[in-house]
């Protein structure tokens, strides 16, 4: 994975800077492109690769929205999470308290261990913001 170097300030202490690694995405991987893939690995139809797809998020979603975790091997498991704000009394937290809704994504042993494996290797002039 390639990976530029970037200048940031400290945003409490705007005269203190420090470089920090980022990492280069090379493009962004379309659903076309992925069916794409599936279907020439699969020898599927492409549109039986697509409508297979796009139902497999569509139930993912549905499951995240009820409030259940999901697995997929060897990818691993997927689950919404958020933050509320804190109050004296559990009464007083309410959905308005509710906040910063994010996806969360575990990765499964198989892929932890390639990401141990994965190599950097610095792509581009450092980047002063």
Not at 114 to 123: A, I, K, P, S
Request: hydrophobic share 40%; charged share 30%; net charge positive.
């Amino acid at each position: 994975m390639k990976y530029t170097t970037i200048q940031r300030a400290n945003p409490q202490d705007r005269s203190k800077v420090k470089w920090y690694a980022r990492p280069i995405i090379e493009r962004r991987v379309r659903m076309k492109e992925i069916t794409d893939e599936v279907t020439l690995l699969t020898e599927l139809r492409f549109r039986m690769v697509r409508k297979g797809l796009l139902t497999l998020f569509d139930v993912i979603v549905r499951h995240l929205l009820a409030g259940r975790s999901v697995t997929l091997r060897p990818f691993g498991v997927v689950r919404l999470s958020f933050t509320s704000d804190g109050h004296e009394a559990p009464e007083h937290i309410t959905p308005e308290h509710i906040r910063e809704l994010k996806v969360i994504i575990i990765p499964d042993v198989a892929l932890k261990e390639r990401l141990r494996n994965l190599q950097f290797e610095l792509e581009q002039e450092p980047i002063c913001e």
